[in-house]
Every structure is written in structure tokens, then in C-alpha cells.
């Protein structure tokens, strides 16, 4: 958003009769016509307006005020001119007044017959406004996050000493206590009872600006209802059904339970059915139980056992002090979907470089055939999916440190049930560096030899910058780095052993090793 300074100016235009002097204008004879405000240079705000004020001594008439143009920038008719009369001390005010849209530079007159002042400017600046400060949600209860949306306006148009910059802030505050280091309010900090007040405050570089604050109470919370089950998930006509609810209550309010079962084509359709009831019980996340039969006419006449009808089983919870959750949960009649119960990488921590396959495990609850496709899905990007089993389907080869793999399979069986699982979101890891080339000097030592190691950095596969350290081991353990083993250590029959450690510049290690026997002298 730009801020923009503007300029209005009073300019001399004085005739011959007019000498301009340090104490202001002088006619020949003596009369005086001077601009007392603005000051020369001041800031003015545009909301405030400014008064013009002229001293006119020696002088017969009205003091006018003039515009040659018209002029947007000032209210009144265009072109026009204010007059006043000057007082007892001869000064005489006039207020001009700026729209807060409009702002253009002026050349303005005092004027009383052909006396005019010398040149007089002032800068006008509009401070900026907060137009809107929105909580949501707008009614929040414990446990929602607070999300603020705050709108600024800058009401300088033209580009007239554009660049001023506009501050904006924002402060939270609990209670009326301050609470920093957040734009939205977690939830976990929202608790029924407090009050939570947003506060913007804009301002520009005159240090002019505005301040809105925007307070919400905390509400009660309706019970939560976390799970709703059937057992069996997928009954036949005149099957006993068993529902398992589990709910909670956010602030540990006691609540009662409602169930009732619609036979219906749809979410809230008419039907028949129980309607069941359970009593109050705590506020533990806990689950109740309670069975209803399902009736023989949710299945259609002449269909198979594998209907695929549905029903709608509503779910009301109601806390002590009446906040009130619903849900309502679909439940099949006759068909089971089958379920993809996991999905694995192989391997589960792929580098650099890695191929990665799918295992893909399927649970075809009613045993009917079913068919699977695969999407790999990289960095946020699906490849095109492959109707063939995960196993065989298009492995992900040559993978790159850094980029998220997650491959994801549909299974839809005969029915056209459909099933989705994905596998977790992985990210490639940094691949060790190639094995270093070590090289023995010479390849049959005899005892009390010199012996050199020299270990050679073969490469790394994302290109990183590999440093290559030579180590020796020998029959007590290990004797120190670097290449070479000095004459006079080894004796006849010892095995001493050649360690090229490589390392890339995240860490990663891969070892080279040599063994060497001593012969005899």
C-alpha cells in the first residue's frame, strides 16, 4: 500500500504596488497582507483540514482566498473562492476542509483588491484506516482456533512522493493481559469464559494512524462425537446390529445420548425406524453401546445378498448445559467395501538413488474379487495411475535427496466398492559416499616394513564435497590416522588392516577397508 505526500501551495503573484520585506508583505504606503498559518512547510492531516489564517492591516475589504483552477482537492464549488472578514486585529480565518480521496497540488491567493501574498505551502497526508477487523469464527467456542482478518486502507491516489511507508500491527490480549508471539490464536489457548481481544494499529511515517480492537467470549462446546461404529459394519436385512459411540466433552461437562436409526436412500430423508435413548454419564471420552435390528425392507426385493442400500443412523449428544452435536453416519446393508489396511514402502527409509516398491495389504471383508491401482505421488505432483497390483506395478527409481515420496493405492472390487490407503509421506535421505579406492605400498610388506595407504574418494552420489581420512588397525587395536605405517611397528605373521573412511558434507560414512598379512624379512 503507498502513501503519498501532497503539496498545496499559496503563490505570490504581486503587482508593482506589493514589496515583499522579513516581516511579510508592505504596500508603498504601508498596508500589510500576511499569511499566519499554515506554517511555511507544516504537515497537515487531510481528516483534520487546515484553518488559513491572514492578518490584512491597512487594508479596505473582504480578504479573499482564491483558487485560478479547479481545484479536486478542496470541497466547494470549482473554482471558487472563500472570503472572510478581518476582525478587530485584522485577521481573518478560513477553514479549508479534503476529502479523504482526493489530492491534488494547488496554487492558492490571499488577495484583498490587487494585494496578494507571497508564496505559502503545506504538505496534506491522509493517515491510513483499518476498514475491518474480523474474528473468526464469530462465535467461538473452547478448543477453535481464533483467525483474524484485517482489511487497511491508504486513500492517496496519485503518485505524488509515493514510497511512505505504512506500519501494522497486531496484539492479542487474554483477559486484558497482552499475549505474544502469535497471528491466530491456537485453540488449545481458547477456553470457555475468556475474553479475547484483537487490536490493529496502522500507522505512517507522520506517525499519524488508527487503532481498532475487536473482542469475542468464549463459548460453551458441544460435546464431541469422536467415533460411531457398527458391528457388523455391513448387516443383512433382520441382523442384530450393534452401534458403539465414542464422545467427549471439552470442558468435562456430563451430557445425554440420542440414537436413531432412519431407513432412508439418503443423509436426513424420511424413513422408519428405532429411535434410542441412553442416559447421562460423565465426561470421559468413552464409548456406549446400544443394538437395534435392522428391518428386512432396507433391502430391495430380488436383489442379491450384496445389496448395496444404505442407511442413516443420527447420533445426538447434549451436554449439561445444552450445546447439542449431531452426526449422522451411513451406514451398508448387505455389502462391505474392501479396506486397504496398510500401505509400506520398500525400503522405508529410501537415499539417493533408491528404487521404491509398494506392498500394499487388502481386506476383502465379503471375499469378492477386487482390482488395485497405484499413484506415486512426489513432491505434491500424482503420477497417472496403473491398474496393476502394487507389486508389480511402476517402481519409483532414482530417487533425490530432499523429495517427498507417498504412493497411494485404489482397490475397487467387484461390486465397484472403492477403498483408498496411502503410505506414509517419506522424504529421500542423503546417501553415503562411494566407498574410497585404497591402495597398498607395497602389497606384501615384510615385517618392520614402511607401509602406505593411500584412499582415494571415489564420489558421492548427490555431489556433495567428500573428505577421505586413511586409519591402520593392527593386533592391540587401533594405532592412528593417516596413510602411512612406519618402518619398525610390524613384525611376522601380525594382520594389520587399512580403514578408508569417507565423508560427505552432511555426515554420512562409508568405509573402505584393506587387510594386509606381514611376511617374514
Not at 5 to 28: I, K, N, R, Y
Not at 32 to 41: F, K, R
Not at 270 to 275: I, M
Not at 486 to 507: H, N
Request: charged share 20%; hydrophobic share 40%.
Amino acid at each position: 500500500m503507498r502513501h503519498v505526500h501532497v503539496v498545496l501551495s499559496v503563490a505570490a503573484l504581486a503587482g508593482p504596488a506589493c514589496v515583499v520585506t522579513e516581516g511579510g508583505p508592505q504596500h508603498a504606503g504601508g498596508p500589510v497582507l500576511e499569511v499566519l498559518a499554515p506554517v511555511d512547510g507544516a504537515d497537515v492531516l487531510a481528516a483534520e483540514g487546515v484553518v488559513f489564517r491572514v492578518r490584512a492591516l491597512g487594508l479596505e475589504g473582504p480578504v479573499r482566498i482564491v483558487s485560478d483552477e479547479p481545484t479536486p482537492g478542496i470541497q466547494g464549488t470549482l473554482p471558487f473562492a472563500f472570503e472572510g472578514q478581518p476582525d478587530e486585529d485584522g485577521i481573518v480565518e478560513i477553514p479549508l476542509t479534503f476529502p479523504l480521496r482526493q489530492h491534488v497540488p494547488t496554487t492558492w491567493y490571499a488577495r484583498v483588491g490587487t494585494f496578494e501574498t507571497p508564496e505559502q505551502s503545506w504538505v496534506v497526508h491522509t493517515p491510513p484506516q483499518v476498514l475491518r477487523l474480523d474474528l473468526e469464527p464469530e462465535a467461538p467456542v473452547t478448543g477453535q482456533s481464533l483467525v483474524p482478518t484485517v482489511a487497511v486502507y491508504d486513500s492517496h491516489l496519485s503518485d505524488i512522493n509515493a514510497g511512505d511507508e505504512i506500519f501494522q500491527s497486531l496484539r492479542w490480549y487474554r483477559n486484558g493481559e497482552e499475549m505474544a508471539g502469535f497471528v491466530q490464536v491456537p485453540g488449545a489457548w481458547v477456553q470457555e469464559g475468556d475474553t479475547w481481544t484483537a487490536e490493529v494499529e496502522v500507522r505512517d511515517a507522520f506517525e499519524a494512524g488508527q487503532t481498532r480492537r475487536e473482542d469475542v467470549v468464549i463459548g460453551n462446546a458441544p460435546p464431541t462425537i469422536t467415533d460411531v461404529r457398527f458391528h457388523p459394519a455391513a448387516p443383512l436385512a433382520g441382523m442384530r446390529v450393534d452401534v458403539e459411540v465414542t464422545l467427549d466433552d471439552p470442558e468435562g461437562d456430563a451430557y445425554d445420548v440420542e440414537l436413531g436409526l432412519r431407513v432412508a436412500p439418503r443423509r436426513g430423508a424420511e424413513g422408519s425406524g428405532p429411535h434410542l435413548d441412553w442416559p447421562s454419564a460423565d465426561a470421559e471420552e468413552q464409548p456406549f453401546v446400544d443394538a437395534f435390528t435392522m428391518p428386512a425392507m432396507a433391502v430391495r426385493l430380488g436383489n442379491s445378498p450384496f445389496s448395496q442400500d444404505r442407511a442413516w443412523v443420527h447420533v445426538v449428544a447434549t451436554d449439561a448445559r445444552g450445546a447439542r452435536t449431531d452426526r449422522w453416519v451411513e451406514v451398508g446393508i448387505g455389502h462391505r467395501a474392501p479396506e486397504v489396511t496398510a500401505v509400506v514402502l520398500q525400503p522405508a527409509a529410501p537415499v539417493t538413488g533408491d528404487t521404491v516398491q509398494v506392498v500394499a495389504y487388502v481386506h476383502e471383508p465379503d471375499g469378492q474379487p477386487y482390482s488395485s491401482s497405484l499413484e506415486w505421488i512426489v513432491d505434491g505432483v500424482t503420477s497417472p495411475g496403473t491398474t496393476v497390483p502394487p507389486l508389480h506395478g511402476p517402481a519409483l527409481r532414482d530417487v533425490r535427496r530432499g523429495q517427498q515420496v507417498q504412493a497411494r493405492v485404489t482397490v475397487v472390487d467387484s461390486l465397484g466398492a472403492t477403498s483408498v490407503g496411502s503410505s506414509e509421506l517419506v522424504t529421500v535421505g542423503n546417501a553415503p559416499p562411494t566407498k574410497a579406492a585404497l591402495d597398498l605400498s607395497p602389497a606384501a610388506p615384510a615385517a618392520g616394513e614402511a607401509i602406505t595407504c593411500t584412499a582415494t574418494a571415489a564420489g558421492d552420489p548427490e555431489d556433495d564435497m567428500v573428505r577421505v581420512v586413511s586409519t591402520w588397525t593392527g593386533p592391540s587395536g587401533l594405532w592412528g590416522d593417516g596413510p602411512e605405517l612406519p618402518s619398525g611397528i610390524t613384525q611376522a605373521g601380525e594382520t594389520w588392516i587399512c580403514d578408508g573412511i569417507a565423508t560427505d558434507a552432511l555426515g554420512a560414512v562409508s568405509v573402505a577397508r584393506r587387510s594386509v598379512r606381514i611376511a617374514a624379512p
